[in-house]
């Protein structure tokens, strides 16, 4: 099995945190391609700047995904896959990415949403800065789980670097953590953002009650989706864009907008 993963943001620190937990997380017999978002921001913490990152991720799919159904990649664009991984809390372009492709296309908010909804019937979310809990709490409202969220939380200080922030936070995030847990009632935390990747294997034993870490999910999730076999989608609201008119595009991504339409407007096989 090959997944892509993709850092949304252009933070090469947090790509590398995102590499190392999908490293340790994925099966031994998962292939990892990570890739950093071509253009945006460090990172990712509105609405306006998912909105950008969307984009970028849109790009890098259909570079590496195109074609993934047939089992190769468009020529010169890279090798097929057989899952993407959103590697941002917020799913940045989900679920609209789902329309892209024949292969699934995994968030890792929507993945630690579903890890965090098996093991617990209420979930806190700890996350790195005030100003994301808004994206956040649109993302859990939108992937229907409003009604089990306990709480976010999350630092109320300026970062010093995005990709030092487990360390110049590990402290605070693990008092928010507790606090979830003992003020909040959460059967299970969600540690949020590619940032945090890696940190609930340091925190193990700290927490009393299940820690989620969205990039494990995330891998985890994707390849138990793909090894299902589902199917793709032909019909329904995420099957491929109609065919009309679009200008000003790049290539790749007009290319496997055409191949996504083409696969969708096929004939059904006889029966």
């Given amino acids: 099995m090959k997944l892509l993963v993709i850092n949304p943001n252009i933070s090469d620190d947090v790509t590398a945190l995102i590499e190392a937990e999908a490293l340790r997380s994925a099966g031994p017999d998962t292939e990892l391609i990570v890739r950093t978002a071509g253009h945006g921001v460090?990172?990712?913490?509105?609405?306006?700047?998912?909105?950008?990152?969307?984009?970028?991720?849109?790009?890098?799919?259909?570079?590496?995904?195109?074609?993934?159904?047939?089992?190769?990649?468009?020529?010169?664009?890279?090798?097929?896959?057989?899952?993407?991984?959103?590697?941002?809390?917020?799913?940045?372009?989900?679920?609209?990415?789902?329309?892209?492709?024949?292969?699934?296309?995994?968030?890792?908010?929507?993945?630690?949403?579903?890890?965090?909804?098996?093991?617990?019937?209420?979930?806190?979310?700890?996350?790195?800065?005030?100003?994301?809990?808004?994206?956040?709490?649109?993302?859990?409202?939108?992937?229907?789980?409003?009604?089990?969220?306990?709480?976010?939380?999350?630092?109320?200080?300026?970062?010093?670097?995005?990709?030092?922030?487990?360390?110049?936070?590990?402290?605070?995030?693990?008092?928010?953590?507790?606090?979830?847990?003992?003020?909040?009632?959460?059967?299970?935390?969600?540690?949020?953002?590619?940032?945090?990747a890696g940190l609930a294997r340091e925190l193990e034993g700290q927490i009393p009650v299940p820690v989620v870490d969205g990039i494990s999910a995330g891998i985890r999730m994707t390849e138990a989706v793909v090894a299902l076999k589902s199917g793709a989608h032909r019909g329904g609201s995420f099957a491929a864009p109609p065919v009309k008119r679009r200008t000003g595009l790049s290539e790749s991504l007009d290319a496997a907008l055409a191949t996504a339409q083409s696969a969708h407007h096929s004939p059904s096989p006889s029966l």
């Fill in 42 to 196: 460090e990172y990712i913490e509105t609405r306006f700047e998912a909105l950008i990152a969307a984009g970028a991720v849109a790009e890098l799919i259909a570079d590496y995904a195109h074609d993934a159904g047939t089992g190769r990649g468009r020529e010169g664009s890279g090798p097929a896959v057989d899952g993407v991984v959103v590697a941002a809390f917020g799913d940045p372009g989900m679920p609209a990415l789902k329309e892209l492709v024949d292969v699934p296309v995994i968030g890792i908010t929507e993945a630690a949403l579903c890890a965090a909804a098996l093991q617990g019937h209420r979930f806190s979310i700890i996350a790195i800065s005030d100003r994301i809990q808004a994206w956040y709490l649109d993302c859990v409202e939108r992937f229907g789980f409003g009604g089990r969220l306990a709480s976010i939380r999350s630092i109320n200080q300026s970062l010093n670097s995005i990709g030092s922030v487990q360390a110049d936070f590990k402290e605070t995030l693990l008092e928010l953590s507790l606090q979830a847990v003992e003020e909040d009632g959460a059967d299970v935390v969600i540690l949020a953002g590619a940032p945090l």
